[in-house]
Structures are given as structure tokens and as C-alpha cells.
């Protein structure tokens, strides 16, 4: 739908606002249209509806969808996560050449990042070590070689 640009020496009051009810659907907004609101009385409708009703309405997508859930955490041991601590029931990632790591992928970035962290941490202990070690050396000055 496009809408009618605006001649230049056309003034602003004599533009038509765009509503933006008017860019939904591609349909002008019904401006002139009386609608009744009392039209539906209580007499249509057939009989109360219970809100237990509604519910046991959709209990069959309820269980359909805990069906599902439970299908997923029914992996047999050998794809699911093996992280240390509690039960993962994710699947495990696959690595470049096509075998399986042995964690999934949340459980994957957990350990990276303490294994860095644990490295970071050796390789500083190690500094201070190596540091320490070298003031309790004595520090032994060259002789300047004479020509005497």
C-alpha cells in the first residue's frame, strides 16, 4: 500500500495523518462505522462453561508436552553430560574430528574457564617462586679484566 506523497506546496493541515491502524493489515481504519456493543447477550451463549472444563479442555496437550520432556532426559548414559557434580541429563557436544566430549556444552564452558583460572594461578605461583629465588642468590659481579 502506498501512501500519497505530500505536494510541496501543499500546507501540513491539508496532509491526511496516517494512523497507524491504517499500516496493519493494509485496511483504512473504520472511522465511520457504528459498532454496537450490547449485540451479544447473555442468552446466546448456550450454557456456563466451568473453568474446569476449560482446563481439562487442553490436558491433553499438557501431558503431551511433559511426554516430550520426559523423552528428552531419556538419554541413554553413554550421550548424556558426565560433569561431576550433580545429574546433567543435556546431550554432549561433539568435537571437530567427530568424537564426543564428555560434557555438554554449558558444562564444557564451566570447566574451560576453571582450567584457566587454575592455570593462571600456577603460572603466577611459579613467577613468585622463581622471583624469591632469585634475591636469595648472591649476585656475583664480573672482575673487569686488566691489561696490567
Known amino acids: 500500500m502506498t501512501f500519497p506523497v505530500p505536494a510541496t506546496n501543499q500546507s501540513r493541515s491539508n496532509i491526511l495523518p496516517i494512523d497507524a491502524s491504517m499500516t496493519l ?13 450490547f449485540a451479544i447477550s447473555t ?13 481439562t479442555a487442553f490436558a491433553s496437550l499438557d501431558t503431551e508436552a511433559d511426554d516430550t520432556i520426559e523423552s528428552d532426559k531419556a538419554l541413554p548414559l553413554e ?6 557434580r550433580g545429574k546433567c541429563s543435556q546431550p554432549r557436544t561433539f568435537k571437530k574430528n567427530g568424537s564426543m566430549h564428555s560434557y555438554c556444552e554449558h558444562h564444557r564452558q564451566l ?7 587454575f ?10 617462586l622463581e622471583a624469591q ?11 673487569q679484566a686488566s691489561d696490567s
Open 25 to 37: 493489515g493494509g485496511l483504512p481504519p473504520l472511522n465511520d462505522v457504528k459498532l454496537d456493543h
Open 43 to 55: 442468552n446466546d451463549v448456550a450454557g456456563d462453561i466451568d473453568s474446569n472444563e476449560i482446563e
Open 79 to 84: 550421550f548424556q553430560c558426565s560433569y561431576r
Open 111 to 117: 570447566s574451560i574457564r576453571n582450567q584457566r583460572a
Open 119 to 128: 592455570d593462571q594461578k600456577k603460572r603466577r605461583q611459579r613467577r613468585e
Open 133 to 143: 629465588e632469585a634475591e636469595k642468590r648472591p649476585c656475583y659481579a664480573r672482575r
